[in-house]
């Protein structure tokens, strides 16, 4: 039986100013599908291999992903390790306003890089004038992902 999904949702104030505060030594920078595709999926399946997400080849993933109508190379964040220049941090978001996958590397867990991803995904479609964003995440994700989507004021539709 697959995991039971938890639907979250951010609505955002249109007066609040969603600033990012990138950690010491993580530089965000703009997402390059030719530079940045394959490490970002790397990325995402080392964070879902424990559970919370699904694990997928690139070769699968990316046609699949850039064949969706919703997909925008733009609604792609990526934050790198200056030192290695690796990816720290990836989010990659549908167009309507629904984060699709999100992980940050366990070294720099814990740092305010998840968070900062989050302000610049909420910072973004606020610009769109996009005011609720969704998301899913699995009910037993070992990640603690929903505490920090709790966190950044995300709730359950009601």
């Known amino acids: 039986m697959a995991p039971t999904a938890i639907h979250l949702r951010k609505h955002i104030d249109p007066a609040e100013h969603y600033e990012p505060c990138w950690p010491q030594g993580v530089r965000p920078t703009r997402f390059d599908p030719h530079h940045h595709a394959r490490a970002a999926r790397a990325l995402l399946n080392i964070a879902y291999t424990p559970g919370g997400g699904d694990v997928i080849a690139f070769q699968d993933w990316w046609p699949a992903l850039t064949a969706d109508p919703e997909y925008r190379p733009d609604l792609c964040f990526i934050a790198l390790d200056a030192a290695t220049g690796e990816p720290a941090g990836f989010a990659q978001c549908w167009s309507l306003g629904f984060i699709k996958d999100i ?56």
Do not use: C, H
């Open 103 to 158: 992980a940050v590397k366990a070294r720099w867990r814990g740092r305010g890089l998840g968070r900062a991803l989050m302000l610049q995904v909420f910072a973004t479609f606020q610009a769109r004038g996009i005011y609720e964003i969704d998301l899913k995440v699995a009910a037993d994700n070992p990640s603690g992902a929903a505490r920090f989507y709790a966190g950044l004021g995300m709730v359950e539709p009601g």
